[in-house]
C-alpha cells in the first residue's frame, strides 16, 4: 500500500474576500469558509483518514475540526504548517504596500526569496520550514497511512514544488482553490501526484 497525503485549504476568512495579505493574522471562517468546510466533511466522510495534521491558526484548525465531526481521530496542529508571516503587511492589500512601503516593495520584486518583510520571514525562511517539516512527516509516518493536512494556499503550493520536484521557484505555478483538494501518493520514497487542485 501507499501513504496518502490529502492537501486542503482552509475555508474563506473575511480577509480573503477584502484580498489583503495575511499569514499569521488569526482569523475566524467566515459564513462562506463555514459552508465550504461543511462540504469537505461530506467529501472526506468516506475517506478513510489516519490522522488529521493542521496549521495551528483558526481558519485551519476549525476546517480540519468540521471535517473530523463523525470521524474523531486525533487532529495535530503544528506552527511549521502556519502560512507565510508577512510582518508589517499583515492585514494590508496590495496597493496599500506598494503606496507605503515602497522601497520594501521594491527589494521584494527584486528578489521575492530572499527579501524578509520587516517583523516577517523571507519566502526562503518559509519554504524550509514547510519543506523541512513535510519532509520529516513524510518519513516518520507509516508507509501505509492515509494523512490529511488543512493548511493555507501558500504552504500548499510550497509542499507541490517540493513534491512535484520542480523547486521553489515554481512557487507561483501552483495556486490552490477552497473547495479543492490535491492527493500525493508515496510508496518506497517515490511519489506520485494523483491530483491537483482537484474540484469537490
Request: charged share 25%; hydrophobic share 35%.
Amino acid at each position: 500500500m501507499d501513504m496518502k497525503l490529502y492537501l486542503v485549504r482552509h475555508g474563506e476568512t473575511q480577509m480573503n474576500v477584502d484580498k489583503l495579505y495575511y499569514g499569521w493574522t488569526d482569523c475566524p471562517l467566515n459564513e462562506n469558509g463555514e459552508r465550504q468546510a461543511e462540504k469537505l466533511k461530506e467529501f472526506f466522510k468516506t475517506v478513510p483518514l489516519d490522522k488529521i495534521i493542521c496549521s495551528s491558526l483558526l481558519r485551519a484548525s476549525s476546517t480540519a475540526e468540521k471535517i473530523n465531526e463523525g470521524k474523531n481521530i486525533p487532529i495535530f496542529k503544528e506552527d511549521d504548517f502556519r502560512e507565510l508571516h508577512f510582518g508589517a503587511w499583515e492585514g494590508k492589500d496590495f496597493c496599500h504596500i506598494k503606496e507605503n512601503y515602497p522601497e520594501q516593495y521594491r527589494q521584494w520584486a527584486k528578489d521575492w526569496q530572499g527579501f524578509a518583510i520587516p517583523e516577517g520571514e523571507a519566502f526562503s525562511e518559509f519554504y524550509e520550514r514547510v519543506t523541512n517539516r513535510l519532509q520529516q512527516l513524510i518519513s516518520e509516518e507509516d508507509e501505509n497511512s492515509s494523512i490529511l493536512l488543512v493548511t493555507h494556499n501558500g504552504v500548499m503550493s510550497a509542499m507541490l514544488c517540493y513534491l512535484t520536484g520542480a523547486g521553489p521557484g515554481s512557487f507561483w505555478r501552483f495556486n490552490s482553490s477552497q473547495e479543492a483538494y490535491s492527493l500525493v501518493s508515496i510508496r518506497r520514497g517515490n511519489i506520485v501526484i494523483e491530483k491537483i487542485n482537484s474540484t469537490l
